[in-house]
T-cell receptor, first 114, second 114 residues
Framework: DTAVSQTPKYLVTQMGNDKSIKCEQNLGHDTMYWYKQDSKKFLKIMFSYNNKELIINETVPNRFSPKSPDKAHLNLHINSLELGDSAVYFC?????????????FGPGTRLLVL | AQSVTQLGSHVSVSEGALVLLRCNYSSSVPPYLFWYVQYPNQGLQLLLKYTTGATLVKGINGFEAEFKKSETSFHLTKPSAHMSDAAEYFCAVSQPTNDYKLSFGAGTTVTVRA
């Protein structure tokens, strides 16, 4: 069974559209994350949730809205998509927020905005 | 403030040769240090990490890294490269003064020549 899964794997859409990416983990972890990997493969954290509570909210446009319906799920909704949103988005999870925990990453969602 | 510098965006090695990937960090306090690997079209996977204790850390797939506080380095090595080691490698740090957020280096692409 996949530990951290994301859907869809690929997403091609037009500028201005609204889209969602879903993430689920079956590891029993309390903490989940969203990362953005740009075309140069640079990885940057966007959000983190612990027990459904928002912990980290980096300087991300408010067009991006994460939602955690339960500890096992963290979805990412993006409004009014822009060309610059094209990237690979990774979901990850860990047991906690003490900084020493291993983060387990999903396979990524490749978003292309045309 | 913290930052991670990976020296060399591309490293090419012959099969059976030593793999050496360099990582230096800047941090006001001793950080936690990680190496992650990303195989093509996949998510990141932990290779190894240093938190406390022994400064030489052994990881999966024959990799190891040594934390050198005096040099603020955490270089990754593998004595003998295998074709399957071709991937993107990321050094990352976390520390309490940055809410334990994982900050990644720019990555090093490793190619292995037959």
């Amino acid at each position: 069974d996949t530990a951290v899964s994301q859907t869809p794997k690929y997403l091609v859409t037009q500028m201005g559209n609204d889209k969602s990416i879903k993430c689920e983990q079956n590891l029993g972890h309390d903490t989940m994350y969203w990362y953005k990997q740009d075309s140069k493969k640079f990885l940057k954290i966007m959000f983190s949730y612990n027990n459904k509570e928002l912990i980290i909210n980096e300087t991300v446009p408010n067009r991006f809205s994460p939602k955690s319906p339960d500890k096992a799920h963290l979805n990412l909704h993006i409004n009014s998509l822009e060309l610059g949103d094209s990237a690979v988005y990774f979901c990850a999870s860990s047991t906690g927020l003490a900084g020493v925990e291993t983060q387990y990453f999903g396979p990524g969602t490749r978003l292309l905005v045309l | 403030a913290q930052s991670v510098t990976q020296l060399g965006s591309h490293v090419s090695v012959s099969e059976g040769a030593l793999v050496l990937l360099r990582c230096n960090y800047s941090s006001s306090v001793p950080p936690y240090l990680f190496w992650y690997v990303q195989y093509p079209n996949q998510g990141l996977q932990l290779l190894l990490k240093y938190t406390t204790g022994a400064t030489l850390v052994k990881g999966i797939n024959g990799f190891e890294a040594e934390f050198k506080k005096s040099e603020t380095s955490f270089h990754l090595t593998k004595p003998s490269a295998h074709m399957s080691d071709a991937a993107e490698y990321f050094c990352a740090v976390s520390q309490p003064t940055n809410d334990y957020k994982l900050s990644f280096g720019a990555g090093t692409t490793v190619t292995v020549r037959a």
